[in-house]
């Protein structure tokens, strides 16, 4: 169910089971997820489908996630398989790391996953919940939360009231229901700003990523799905100075093909800008907690870094499944078994969320700090655990299913077994 009208304040509130508040990716994420547990949901937020540059880059419990809530098959014509990733230390460092391949084939997958423009996902998420019957999106804004012990209430910007058991955070790094929960934030800046463009390159990718490693941070290219006209696609996300910035958004789309040229020392040929140039700031996003009163935080509400290593929005897609295992089979109505719930949720994301921020805070600032003991810390740790095997294999698995308790929605899925019936009727 779809409903995009404003609802007037003298009608009867909406009445569900869980909230969504924000409807980007995460949040259409989570209401699909809660849906399938025969909740009724409603998400509201604002459709956005003009990101300008950005892709997501999923990797493989990503797309088990995707596939079990059977959401997989309309994405994946807009996909391109990542089956490799490079990585190049262009720092200029007299203790430079050596260039490092990673091939999914490593830990026996055909591809580390799947790169989808952010667009394009968040149309097919926002078509499928419109055609849910357990969900109801309303392409509107919340202007105030009310949370208690029962559950929750939520006024309308454009009038009209939501009430119910249970909210999920979605709504990015200036989340309205977590200052309202009183949920503390550290934040942090980097000197950087993100610069994200779609690519039509000569030369074709192979299915391979390559991150060079600068000393404004990196410069990556993820393999995109061609299209007619532009047999070879890339996206790119380069990290560069406020100032730099400002003088690449000042040039031609001409003068910044040519300069990307440049920078990636030709790996892909001539390149040819597809798009619009999109910018954000760089900075960091940590809560001192992920829950409130019959609330849950997923997402940029939660955490935020930098764009390294493509761990934002599968970080994100292990929040909603592992807090939808937390509530399965949990009466909403029940105060102290969602208080359970979420104290379960509060421990199995801990480790996580500090080990992504953690880490990729540190890898971005090793590249900022021009220092030699950093340099060479920086390289002899990307050579050691590229050099040996399990440790090598280890780091890849870390990178695409994480070690400890997988969430239902991101298991592997067994292969059907044909009973000896079916056989025999086959012959």
């Not at 849910?132 to 202007?143: A, H, R, S, V």
């Amino acid at each position: 169910m779809s409903q995009t009208d404003a609802i007037s304040a003298d009608q009867t509130p909406i009445s569900c089971d869980v909230l969504v508040a924000g409807a980007g990716a995460a949040g259409l994420s989570a209401a699909h997820a809660f849906a399938t547990q025969g909740r009724k949901v409603v998400i509201v937020g604002k459709i956005e489908t003009h990101a300008a540059g950005r892709t997501v880059a999923l990797f493989e419990g990503s797309l088990r996630f995707f596939r079990a809530l059977d959401l997989w098959q309309a994405c994946a014509v807009h996909a391109n398989p990542m089956e490799g990733i490079r990585m190049i230390d262009d720092t200029g460092s007299i203790f430079p790391s050596t260039p490092r391949e990673f091939r999914s084939r490593e830990i026996d997958l055909d591809a580390f996953g799947e790169n989808i423009e952010n667009n394009a996902l968040v149309a097919e998420l926002a078509a499928a919940a419109r055609k849910n019957p357990d969900i109801t999106l309303i392409e509107d804004l919340i202007d105030s939360f009310e949370l208690n012990y029962l559950g929750a209430r939520a006024r309308l910007a454009s009038g009209g009231y939501i009430e119910a058991k249970f909210v999920v955070a979605g709504e990015g790094r200036n989340s309205q229901a977590r200052q309202i929960a009183g949920i503390t934030v550290k934040t942090w800046t980097y000197p950087q700003v993100a610069l994200t463009v779609l690519l039509a390159h000569e030369k074709p990718h192979y299915n391979i990523s390559t991150e060079f490693h600068k000393r404004s941070g990196p410069f990556t290219f993820v393999p995109l799905r061609g299209r007619e006209g532009a047999p070879h696609r890339s996206s790119l996300v380069w990290l560069v100075t406020p100032r730099d910035a400002l003088r690449l958004q000042a040039e031609s789309a001409e003068m910044l093909a040519a300069e990307i040229e440049d920078e990636s020392h030709g790996l892909l040929g001539a390149i040819a800008i597809d798009g619009p140039l999109g910018s954000f700031p760089m900075g960091g996003l940590k809560t001192s907690r992920v829950t409130g009163l019959r609330m849950a935080l997923i997402g940029e509400s939660a955490h935020l870094f930098p764009p390294i290593g493509a761990q934002g929005l599968n970080l994100t897609l292990r929040d909603i499944a592992n807090l939808v295992d937390c509530l399965e089979g949990v009466d909403l109505d029940e105060t102290d078994r969602i208080t359970r719930a979420l104290e379960d949720y509060e421990r199995h994301r801990a480790r996580d969320i500090g080990l992504r921020v953690n880490g990729v805070d540190i890898l971005n600032r090793s590249l900022l700090v021009h220092a030699l003991p950093v340099d060479f810390a920086r390289a002899a740790a990307l050579n050691f655990f590229a050099a040996i095997g399990p440790l090598r294999r280890a780091l890849m698995r870390e990178g695409v299913t994480p070690h400890g308790s997988t969430p239902k929605l991101m298991r592997a899925r067994p292969p059907l077994r044909r009973t000896r019936v079916q056989v025999a009727q086959k012959f």
